[in-house]
């Protein structure tokens, strides 16, 4: 079945169906009305699935979708142009430039991943939802094929058993969000392939909290960030570091934070989020083991609730410090000053997000100098994310590849190298056994050549006297 699909796909991207920027475009509107015309129906699968409320849906899902249209309609046909490159004295007189072209056929697995990816309109695409995400998988099946061409654009649920099919199959670029584990896996087969792939896996993304900073500024911001989605973020703040003098502040400002953001009891607040099955709410609540709770701690295996917890003298060798959260647990763990710090993260993998709090600009440069993060936001956390001109991905453990706005058209295509030779003379490479005449030629061409280019050079300059 799904080598059907893709054959399919293949066969409808080689006729040419996408290439015309026009044709982009419309699929880009029609996206803009399913997300218009079925926003109800969108929150309410993500509240089904993490009793997400419409507010957070709007904000962290269908206006960046919305706002990632707008980008790619304006901006378009200027990323998809031919693009000029220096010459050199071979190639003064010839077209040389990059002209960016499509891959083919691309295999996504984010939830509404047409709105994050303005390349996919320009590609054949299987749409591969997580299966944990059930009415919302099932909802972009529904939907797709009513707005967009559903020849070019395919969506395949399932399990492990139908990722497992489609990973066999030959694509021309994959993109996958999720654990490195499983990233591993994906990487595996698309090698099979030689496929490039956009892998973003998260991780442990650290925030230093400096004791020279407003931490009460800090702690909101932190609180916020965290346990926005129930912590089910790929670039939530996975635990803090920071000095023993300051921990109990620390606890007592996220406190006050929980307080007006979630009210007495989360448990029954419209802002706060669910973990999305049993399975992963197990696995969770299983990463507390040994550790000391500062904050909350409550459960409801019935609701998959876990409350927003803080984690205090939390150490290096314990369970929570040793894979990604991805849940409503933010572990404090205390360093000796800030070489500790950096020494502290760069002795684990590195990071999708890095966060730093502090008044000090030393302290914020050498933490930019002295680690190496997918991206870091100094004083805030999760902002570098909304900004569209800031490519988006990790390095090394939490992925490789990046995308948002022209980072993923660039991504998602073919940098086609291109010289059109424009002089009717030859200018090959001579052997050593020139001809006369041949030697002639190529002396001739030297000095237009030579000429050509220091007219580049000097005519800008006369212009300006």
């Not at 099946?141 to 399990?159: A, H, N, S």
């Not at 006050?256 to 669910?274: A, G, I």
């Not at 990071?351 to 002295?370: C, G, N």
Request: proline residues 6%.
């Amino acid at each position: 079945m799904e080598k059907q699909v893709v054959d399919g796909l293949r066969e409808v991207f080689q006729s040419g169906r996408s290439r015309p920027l026009q044709y982009r475009k419309q699929q880009h509107r029609a996206l803009h009305r399913l997300i218009t015309e079925r926003q109800a129906d969108i929150e309410q699968a993500l509240k089904q699935d993490l009793n997400r409320n419409t507010y957070n849906t709007s904000l962290f899902e269908l206006i960046s979708i919305e706002n990632d249209i707008k980008l790619v309609e304006s901006n378009m046909a200027d990323w998809a142009a031919p693009r000029p490159v220096k010459k050199n004295l071979n190639s003064a007189l010839d077209d040389v430039y990059i002209k960016p072209e499509p891959l083919g056929a691309d295999n996504w697995n984010l939830e509404l991943p047409l709105g994050h990816d303005p390349a996919a309109p320009s590609n054949a695409a299987v749409l591969k939802p997580s299966e944990l995400s059930e009415h919302s998988a099932r909802l972009m099946k529904e939907l797709l094929p009513l707005y967009l061409d559903k020849e070019m654009y395919q969506v395949v649920t399932g399990g492990v058993l139908e990722t497992q099919e489609l990973l066999r199959q030959r694509f021309d670029h994959i993109f996958y969000t999720g654990s490195s584990t499983v990233g591993k896996l994906v990487m595996e087969a698309a090698a099979r392939h030689l496929t490039p792939v956009t892998l973003e896996l998260g991780g442990k993304s650290p925030c230093y909290v400096d004791k020279n900073c407003d931490i009460a500024v800090a702690c909101r911001r932190i609180t916020w960030g965290k346990f926005a989605n129930c912590g089910q973020t790929c670039i939530a703040p996975d635990y803090i570091l920071c000095e023993p003098s300051i921990q109990d502040r620390i606890v007592e400002e996220i406190q006050k934070t929980l307080l007006e953001f979630y009210q007495k009891d989360p448990k029954s607040s419209p802002d706060y989020c669910r973990i999305i099955n049993t399975r992963h709410f197990d696995r969770v609540l299983a990463l507390m083991n040994k550790c000391t709770i500062a904050l909350g701690g409550e459960s409801d295996r019935s609701q998959c609730y876990i409350a927003p917890t803080v984690l205090k003298d939390v150490l290096p060798h314990f369970k929570i410090m040793q894979e990604e959260i991805f849940g409503p647990l933010l572990p404090i763990v205390t360093v000796n000053g800030l070489s500790e710090a950096i020494h502290f993260i760069n002795a684990r993998e590195k990071p999708l997000a890095l966060y730093v709090f502090s008044s000090d600009k030393t302290v914020i440069k050498r933490m930019l100098t002295e680690t190496s993060s997918g991206g870091v936001t100094v004083n805030d956390v999760l902002m570098h994310y909304t900004v569209d001109t800031l490519p988006f991905g990790g390095v090394g453990n939490s992925g490789m590849g990046r995308y948002h706005g022209r980072h993923t058209f660039d991504q998602l295509s073919h940098h086609l190298r291109c010289l059109r030779q424009c002089s009717p003379l030859e200018f090959s490479v001579f052997p050593e056994y020139l001809e006369p005449a041949a030697s002639g030629e190529l002396v001739f061409w030297l000095a237009c050549s030579t000429l050509t280019l220091l007219l580049g050079v000097l005519l800008p300059q006369l212009s300006n006297c």
